[in-house]
């Protein structure tokens, strides 16, 4: 009853945090990482056990970007 709501609205969380690491501005990351947290609450509620863990680890990244900054893109320096 509830799955394809929270389908609709796991999939504007995830984006709106793709988004936000893509971007990298402070404020958005902050946003992301309330929102993949109340994903993953949601998920355990209706009892996705497989989604947690990962929405979880999402939000512990998104975090870890506000907190550290981002982790920088590798660059790949052509021999010379």
Do not use: C, Y
């Amino acid at each position: 009853m509830f799955r394809p709501q929270f389908s609709a609205l796991a999939k504007t969380r995830v984006t709106a945090g793709m988004e936000a690491a893509m971007r990298r501005d402070h404020q958005v990351m902050v946003f992301a990482v309330r929102e993949l947290h109340a994903l993953a609450g949601e998920a355990g509620l209706l009892g996705l056990i497989e989604v947690v863990p990962l929405a979880r680890a999402a939000e512990l990244k998104a975090n870890s970007s506000v907190r550290h900054g981002p982790t920088p893109t590798p660059t790949h320096s052509s021999p010379h």
